[in-house]
T-cell receptor, first 114, second 115 residues
Framework: GAGVSQSPSNKVTEKGKDVELRCDPI?????LYWYRQSLGQGLEFLIY????????KSGLPSDRFSAERTGGSVSTLTIQRTQQEDSAVYLC????????????FGPGTRLLVL | GENVEQHPSTLSVQEGDSAVIKCTYS??????FPWYKQELGKRPQLIID?????GEKKDQRIAVTLNKTAKHFSLHITETQPEDSAVYFC??????????????FGQGTILTVHP
C-alpha cells in the first residue's frame, strides 16, 4: 500500500515568509509525528498527534511553529516568519496506534530559508 | 524528559567485519527501543526493534541487545557489506502519560563499510 507522503519535497523561501508543509499518513494510522533533521544531525521531535487526544506540542521550538491534523488524517506543519535557522529537513511519520509501534517515515520536505 | 546518547559518531569497518553501535537512555520507564537506518538522501527505515521484556533480538545479520539495569542497548551487525553503509539512529520511547509513542533519537552513527 501507499506509504507516508509529504509535500512539497523541496521548499525555498525568503526569511520572514510563512510556509506550510503537508503530510499524508498511511491510511488507518492513528498516530502522526513531525520531526526536524538539521544537516548531519539526528531527528528532533516536534509534535505528536494521537487520535482525538490533544497533541503533544512539547517539541515545538517556538510559537512560530504550529501544526494541525484535520479529520484524523492529513497534517499541516506551519512555520510563520521563517528564520534561516529553520532550514532543515522536516520529516513526518505515522504509526498504526499511539503506543510504542513502528513509525513509518515520509520522504521529508527540505526547507531552505534564504 | 528522555535523553539518548549514541556512540560512536562514526564507524569504519572492512567488509566482513562486525560493527557495534551503543546507546544509553535516561528514562528507566522507557520500554521500546527501535533502530533506524538512513541512507543518504533517503527516509529513515526501521531495521530492528526491541521491547523491554526481552534482552536480545536477532534478524539475520542484525541483532540488538538490551540491558535495562544499565539502561543501554546496542546494535550488532555481523558480516558487514558495503550496502550496510548508512547513518544508523537508535531511539527510546517516552513511557507513561499519553505520549508513550514519542521517540527520542540518538545523534546517529555514520557507518562506512570498505570493500
Amino acid at each position: 500500500g501507499a506509504g507516508v507522503s509529504q509535500s512539497p519535497s523541496n521548499k525555498v523561501t525568503e526569511k520572514g515568509k510563512d510556509v506550510e508543509l503537508r503530510c499524508d499518513p498511511i491510511s488507518g494510522h492513528t498516530a502522526l509525528y513531525w520531526y526536524r533533521q538539521s544537516l548531519g544531525q539526528g531527528l528532533e521531535f516536534l509534535i505528536y498527534f494521537q487520535g482525538n487526544s490533544a497533541p503533544d506540542k512539547s517539541g515545538l521550538p517556538s510559537d512560530r511553529f504550529s501544526a494541525e491534523r484535520t479529520g484524523g488524517s492529513v497534517s499541516t506543519l506551519t512555520i510563520q516568519r521563517t528564520q534561516q535557522e529553520d532550514s532543515a529537513v522536516y520529516l513526518c511519520a505515522s504509526s498504526i496506534a499511539g503506543g510504542p509501534e513502528t513509525q513509518y517515515f515520509g520522504p521529508g520536505t527540505r526547507l531552505l530559508v534564504l | 524528559g528522555e535523553n539518548v546518547e549514541q556512540h560512536p559518531s562514526t564507524l569504519s569497518v572492512q567488509e566482513g567485519d562486525s560493527a557495534v553501535i551503543k546507546c544509553t537512555y535516561s528514562d528507566s520507564a522507557s520500554n521500546y527501543f527501535p533502530w533506524y537506518k538512513q541512507e543518504l538522501g533517503k527516509r529513515p527505515q526501521l531495521i530492528i526493534d526491541i521491547r523491554s521484556n526481552v534482552g536480545e533480538k536477532k534478524d539475520q545479520r542484525i541483532a540488538v541487545t538490551l540491558n535495562k539495569t544499565a539502561k543501554h542497548f546496542s546494535l550488532h551487525i555481523t558480516e558487514t557489506q558495503p550496502e550496510d553503509s548508512a547513518v544508523y539512529f537508535c531511539a527510546a520511547n517516552s513511557a507513561g502519560g499519553t505520549s508513550y509513542g514519542k521517540l527520542t533519537f540518538g545523534q546517529g552513527t555514520i557507518l562506512t563499510v570498505h570493500p
